[in-house]
């Protein structure tokens, strides 16, 4: 999968793909906001990548990506 990469010979999944599994598996809104907002201000995702990672996650998990991308963008 393209959002699978490999850091010293482990798969690891991309940050957008982990926050969005994060935010999937029930993690506190709040946290899962900071760390979209956080990964966007240190440029380890961009909120294209985000917000292609939230499709068909459910209603939940794209509400808090657009949260965290609206206080973003309030910065």
Known sequence: EGDVL?????????PARSIVDAA????????????AREAI????????????????????VERLIRRALDESRAR
């Open 6 to 14: 490999t850091r010293d010979g482990i798969p690891v999944t991309s």
């Open 41 to 60: 201000e240190r440029g380890l995702a961009t909120s294209g990548q985000l917000r292609a990672a939230t499709r068909g996650r459910g209603s939940r």
């Open 24 to 35: 999937e598996a029930g993690t506190a809104p709040e946290q899962v906001v900071k760390a």
